[in-house]
C-alpha cells in the first residue's frame, strides 16, 4: 500500500442517491463525485472510491430481450453492460474525471437498469425487470474494467431480477490485491442466519455454497460491498461477521472490508434509523483503513 495513502474511501450519500419517479439519474450522480472528490475531507490518494449500490439509475429499453430470475443467463447480463456503459462515461464526463483521477486510482459504481411495472404487486409476479450491476472504473483512464452485480435476489426480486450468474465476475485481480466485489443482498450469502433459513438443494443454497468456495479459494484481501440504503449497522452484522468467520482461517488474507452507504431509509420503518456515525464505524474495518467522505444528493 505504499503507492496508496489510504486503502479505501467512501464516497458515503446522506439521503437517496437516485430519483424515485426519474428515468435516470446521470446529472445528480455526476455531481455527487465532483463534490466528493473535491472535498476537502478527502484524505489523500486511495485504492479503492466506492459508492452505495443504485448510485446511477437508467432504463433498460423495451428493445431488450433477455431472460430474468433463475433462468438469466450469462448473455443477459453481458447485453444489459453494453447499455449500462455509456451512463459511466456521462457521469465521469471530462470534470469529474479531472478532480478523481489524483484522489484515487480505482472507482466502484452502483448502477442499476430498471423496466419496472407502476405496482409492486406486478414486481412480485415478476412483470418488470431489473439489474443491479457494480462496475470497476479504472480512472487514470476513466474506462470501465470489469462488471458484475447482484447474484443474490431478495425473495421478492426473484421473479424479475436479471441474475449475475457467472460468481467469478465477483473477483477482481490487481497486482496483489484480491477483490471480492458484491452487490447489495450478495453479502447475505455470507450469514449463517440466512443460510439456515434456505431450503438445502434450492437455487440460494446452491449459490450460496459455490460463492463461499470461491471466495475461500481465491483467498481475499479486500471485500467491497455495495447496498442501496443502510439506516443501522444492524443490517448488515451478521454477515459481514459471516465473512471474517469464514476468511479467518484463510491464512489472514483479509485485509480491508467496506459497505458503500446511502443513509436513509430505504423500508419506511423509520425506528431502524441510527446516528450516522455508528453506520459509518458499524460498515467497515478499522478507521486507518476506510475513510469517509460525506455528500449530500
Given at each position: 500500500m505504499s503507492e496508496y495513502d489510504i486503502p479505501i474511501v467512501r464516497v458515503v450519500v446522506k439521503g437517496?442517491?437516485?430519483?424515485?419517479?426519474?428515468?435516470?439519474?446521470?446529472?445528480?450522480?455526476?455531481?455527487?463525485?465532483?463534490?466528493?472528490?473535491?472535498?476537502?475531507?478527502?484524505?489523500?490518494?486511495?485504492?479503492?472510491?466506492?459508492?452505495?449500490?443504485?448510485?446511477?439509475?437508467?432504463?433498460?429499453?423495451?428493445?431488450?430481450?433477455?431472460?430474468?430470475?433463475?433462468?438469466?443467463?450469462?448473455?443477459?447480463?453481458?447485453?444489459?453492460?453494453?447499455?449500462?456503459?455509456?451512463?459511466?462515461?456521462?457521469?465521469?464526463?471530462?470534470r469529474v474525471l479531472r478532480v478523481a483521477r489524483p484522489r484515487a486510482r480505482y472507482l466502484t459504481l452502483g448502477i442499476d437498469l430498471l423496466r419496472e411495472p407502476n405496482t409492486w404487486k406486478l414486481r412480485r409476479k415478476g412483470m418488470g425487470v431489473h439489474i443491479e450491476l457494480v462496475c470497476v472504473v479504472d480512472l487514470q483512464t476513466g474506462n470501465p474494467i470489469h462488471w458484475t452485480g447482484k447474484s443474490y435476489p431478495t425473495q421478492y426480486q426473484e421473479n424479475w431480477l436479471v441474475q449475475v450468474v457467472n460468481l467469478e465476475s465477483h473477483l477482481f485481480r490487481r497486482s496483489r490485491n484480491r477483490v471480492l466485489i458484491l452487490g447489495c443482498h450478495d453479502l447475505n450469502m455470507f450469514s449463517e442466519r440466512s443460510k439456515s433459513l434456505i431450503r438445502r438443494g434450492s437455487h440460494k443454497y446452491k449459490r450460496i455454497k459455490e460463492m463461499q468456495k470461491l471466495a475461500k479459494d481465491f483467498r481475499l484481501t479486500i471485500v467491497l460491498h455495495h447496498p442501496h440504503s443502510t439506516d443501522s449497522p444492524r443490517i448488515w452484522q451478521t454477515a459481514w461477521s459471516g465473512v471474517r468467520n469464514l476468511l479467518a482461517n484463510n491464512n489472514g488474507a483479509l485485509r480491508y472490508w467496506a459497505s458503500g452507504i446511502a443513509f436513509f431509509n430505504g423500508l419506511g420503518v423509520s425506528t431502524r434509523v441510527k446516528k450516522i456515525d455508528k453506520v459509518l464505524v458499524g460498515t467497515r474495518s478499522c478507521d486507518e483503513h476506510v475513510k469517509d467522505v460525506i455528500v449530500k444528493p
Open positions: 437517496k442517491p437516485s430519483l424515485k419517479n426519474a428515468p435516470d439519474n446521470i446529472e445528480r450522480a455526476s455531481n455527487m463525485l465532483h463534490a466528493a472528490f473535491t472535498s476537502r475531507e478527502w484524505p489523500g490518494k486511495a485504492l479503492f472510491a466506492v459508492t452505495p449500490g443504485g448510485f446511477i439509475r437508467g432504463k433498460i429499453p423495451k428493445t431488450w430481450h433477455g431472460e430474468k430470475g433463475w433462468k438469466s443467463r450469462n448473455v443477459d447480463f453481458e447485453s444489459l453492460v453494453e447499455h449500462a456503459t455509456p451512463l459511466v462515461s456521462e457521469v465521469l464526463r471530462g
